[in-house]
């Protein structure tokens, strides 16, 4: 089946650090592509979308860009905060079996120190 | 109104005891789901609901009983539960079953003694 595999963390980066937690997917058909993130002691909010390939999701100074030829949708951020510190999760909408629905990665913990 | 509200935040139960996980949202969503997270673990999808009706149950054991009163509520009934059932439960929902964008709710962390 479908399924999406992220860079395993924690990754610990200092304020103003360049960002990259690599995610790839394996998918049948063309699926959507997502990063959500997931503050401490919260539920998980939608950080940006991809739904073909070659487009580019960007939100709060983060990108990533939907890679058909490598199968991947790396997160990227030039300059991070504390405020990042978060859990990051990489997902993929899967139709197989004709129902829709969103399959995550593992999730990547980042903590930035100021 | 863009939020998903759950209640309890917080829940303590015995394996013997019955009690329910309430989900409400405003957005005028027809999709509503069910997630269980264990820490340091990514959501697991348990149940969607699909304009009111039952579309995916993801081979949930039977103590946990989903159910959907109407287009804005979303329940989960929960009745002996064993330690291994605690958890934090994500409720979430989209426009329609695969739109893509999920909103979730703050979740409610359960401790099954």
């Known amino acids: 089946g479908n399924s999406v595999t992220q860079m395993e963390g924690p990754v610990t980066l200092s304020e103003e650090a360049f960002l990259t937690i690599n995610c790839t997917y394996t998918a049948t058909g063309y699926p959507s592509l997502f990063w959500y993130v997931q503050y401490p002691g919260e539920g998980l909010q939608l950080l940006l979308k991809a739904t073909k390939a070659d487009d580019k999701g960007s939100n709060k100074g983060f990108e990533a860009t939907y890679r058909k030829e490598t199968t991947s949708f790396h997160l990227e951020k030039g300059s991070v905060q504390v405020s990042d510190s978060a859990v990051y999760f990489c997902a993929l909408s899967d139709a197989e079996g004709g129902s829709e629905k969103l399959v995550f990665g593992k999730g990547t913990k980042l903590t930035v120190n100021p | 109104d863009t939020e998903v509200t759950q209640t309890p935040k917080h829940l303590v139960m015995g394996m013997t005891n019955k009690k329910s996980l309430k989900c409400e949202q405003h957005?005028?969503?027809?999709?509503m789901y069910w997630y269980k997270q264990k820490a340091k673990k990514p959501p697991e999808l348990m149940f969607v609901y699909s304009y009111e009706k039952l579309s995916i149950n993801e081979s949930v054991p039977s103590r946990f009983s989903p159910e959907c009163p109407n287009s804005s509520l979303l329940n989960l009934h929960l009745h002996a539960l064993q330690p291994e059932d605690s958890a934090l439960y994500l409720c979430?929902?989209?426009?329609?079953?695969?739109?893509?964008?999920?909103?979730f709710g703050e979740g409610s962390r359960l401790t099954v003694l």
């Open positions: 979430a929902s989209s426009l329609l079953q695969g739109a893509g964008e999920l909103f």
């Open positions: 957005m005028g969503h027809r999709a």
